[in-house]
Protein backbone atom coordinates (compact mmCIF):
# COMPACT_ATOMS: atom_id res chain seq x y z
CA UNK A 1 0.00 0.00 0.00
CA UNK A 2 2.93 2.82 1.24
CA UNK A 3 5.37 0.94 -1.78
CA UNK A 4 6.97 -1.33 1.09
CA UNK A 5 7.87 -5.43 -0.21
CA UNK A 6 8.25 -6.32 3.28
CA UNK A 7 6.83 -9.58 4.08
CA UNK A 8 6.43 -11.49 7.43
CA UNK A 9 9.65 -13.59 7.01
CA UNK A 10 11.46 -10.05 6.55
CA UNK A 11 10.24 -8.83 9.88
CA UNK A 12 10.63 -12.22 11.61
CA UNK A 13 14.27 -12.73 10.51
CA UNK A 14 15.13 -8.83 12.01
CA UNK A 15 13.56 -10.23 15.20
CA UNK A 16 15.87 -12.96 15.40
CA UNK A 17 18.87 -10.46 14.08
CA UNK A 18 18.07 -8.66 17.15
CA UNK A 19 17.01 -10.93 19.55
CA UNK A 20 20.73 -12.45 18.63
CA UNK A 21 22.63 -9.64 19.57
CA UNK A 22 20.67 -9.16 22.32
CA UNK A 23 21.83 -12.41 23.52
CA UNK A 24 25.23 -11.79 23.16
CA UNK A 25 25.00 -8.30 25.07
CA UNK A 26 22.87 -9.94 27.92
CA UNK A 27 25.51 -12.93 28.28
CA UNK A 28 28.64 -10.78 28.89
CA UNK A 29 26.28 -9.26 32.12
CA UNK A 30 25.04 -12.54 33.35
CA UNK A 31 27.96 -14.79 33.07
CA UNK A 32 30.86 -12.51 33.47
CA UNK A 33 32.22 -11.21 36.59
CA UNK A 34 33.45 -7.70 36.60
CA UNK A 35 31.13 -6.49 33.52
CA UNK A 36 28.81 -3.45 33.87
CA UNK A 37 26.20 -1.24 31.64
CA UNK A 38 26.54 2.12 31.42
CA UNK A 39 23.28 3.21 30.14
CA UNK A 40 24.55 7.46 29.71
CA UNK A 41 27.15 6.32 27.05
CA UNK A 42 25.85 3.30 26.39
CA UNK A 43 28.19 1.19 26.53
CA UNK A 44 29.51 -2.15 28.80
CA UNK A 45 32.34 -1.13 31.22
CA UNK A 46 34.69 -2.99 32.70
CA UNK A 47 38.65 -2.87 33.75
CA UNK A 48 41.36 -3.28 31.23
CA UNK A 49 42.51 -6.73 32.65
CA UNK A 50 38.78 -7.93 33.01
CA UNK A 51 38.45 -7.07 28.79
CA UNK A 52 41.86 -8.38 28.36
CA UNK A 53 40.95 -11.94 29.95
CA UNK A 54 37.33 -11.92 28.43
CA UNK A 55 38.43 -10.67 25.18
CA UNK A 56 41.15 -14.08 25.20
CA UNK A 57 38.37 -16.27 25.29
CA UNK A 58 35.65 -14.28 22.94
CA UNK A 59 37.50 -12.91 20.22
CA UNK A 60 33.85 -11.74 18.37
CA UNK A 61 32.43 -9.69 21.11
CA UNK A 62 35.67 -7.61 20.63
CA UNK A 63 32.86 -4.60 19.01
CA UNK A 64 31.18 -4.61 22.66
CA UNK A 65 34.31 -3.32 23.97
CA UNK A 66 34.78 -0.68 21.39
CA UNK A 67 31.17 0.61 20.27
CA UNK A 68 28.35 1.87 21.75
CA UNK A 69 25.04 -0.42 21.78
CA UNK A 70 22.65 2.23 21.54
CA UNK A 71 19.34 -0.60 21.44
CA UNK A 72 20.33 -2.72 24.19
CA UNK A 73 18.00 -1.30 26.91
CA UNK A 74 15.18 -1.33 24.56
CA UNK A 75 16.27 -4.62 23.41
CA UNK A 76 16.06 -5.82 27.15
CA UNK A 77 12.41 -4.43 27.50
CA UNK A 78 11.48 -6.66 24.78
CA UNK A 79 13.21 -9.84 24.91
CA UNK A 80 14.38 -10.14 28.66
CA UNK A 81 11.02 -11.73 30.22
CA UNK A 82 10.99 -13.96 27.36
CA UNK A 83 14.63 -15.86 27.82
CA UNK A 84 15.22 -18.36 30.35
CA UNK A 85 17.84 -17.72 32.99
CA UNK A 86 17.60 -20.68 34.89
CA UNK A 87 16.87 -19.08 38.46
CA UNK A 88 13.61 -20.74 39.34
CA UNK A 89 15.53 -24.41 38.31
CA UNK A 90 15.25 -27.27 40.65
CA UNK A 91 18.68 -29.27 39.98
CA UNK A 92 19.49 -32.38 41.78
CA UNK A 93 22.81 -32.14 43.17
CA UNK A 94 25.27 -34.47 45.10
CA UNK A 95 23.54 -33.47 48.31
CA UNK A 96 20.18 -35.11 47.59
CA UNK A 97 19.21 -37.90 48.62
CA UNK A 98 16.42 -39.93 47.10
CA UNK A 99 15.82 -42.32 49.29
CA UNK A 100 14.96 -40.16 52.24
CA UNK A 101 12.21 -38.66 50.07
CA UNK A 102 11.27 -42.39 48.91
CA UNK A 103 10.63 -43.70 52.52
CA UNK A 104 8.83 -40.36 53.71
CA UNK A 105 6.44 -41.48 51.42
CA UNK A 106 6.05 -45.06 52.16
CA UNK A 107 5.78 -44.27 55.55
CA UNK A 108 2.96 -41.51 54.97
CA UNK A 109 1.29 -44.54 52.66
CA UNK A 110 1.62 -47.00 55.13
CA UNK A 111 -0.29 -44.74 57.77
CA UNK A 112 -3.26 -44.88 55.80
CA UNK A 113 -2.87 -48.56 54.70
CA UNK A 114 -5.16 -50.00 57.47
CA UNK A 115 -8.27 -47.88 57.19
CA UNK A 116 -11.01 -49.49 55.03
CA UNK A 117 -13.60 -47.23 53.51
CA UNK A 118 -16.23 -48.10 51.73
CA UNK A 119 -17.91 -46.26 48.77
CA UNK A 120 -21.68 -47.09 47.63
CA UNK A 121 -22.25 -45.57 44.29
CA UNK A 122 -25.88 -46.26 44.41
CA UNK A 123 -26.11 -44.09 48.32
CA UNK A 124 -23.71 -41.28 47.50
CA UNK A 125 -26.91 -40.62 44.05
CA UNK A 126 -29.53 -40.75 46.24
CA UNK A 127 -27.91 -38.20 48.57
Known amino acids: MHGCNKTYQHYSNRMKILKRKYLNAAELL ?67 DAQTVRVAETEKEQANCGEEFSFDVQQNYDI
Open 30 to 96: RFSSGFGWDSTTKRFTALKEVWAEYLKAHPKFKKFRDETFEEFDDLKLIFDKNIATGTNAIGLGETT
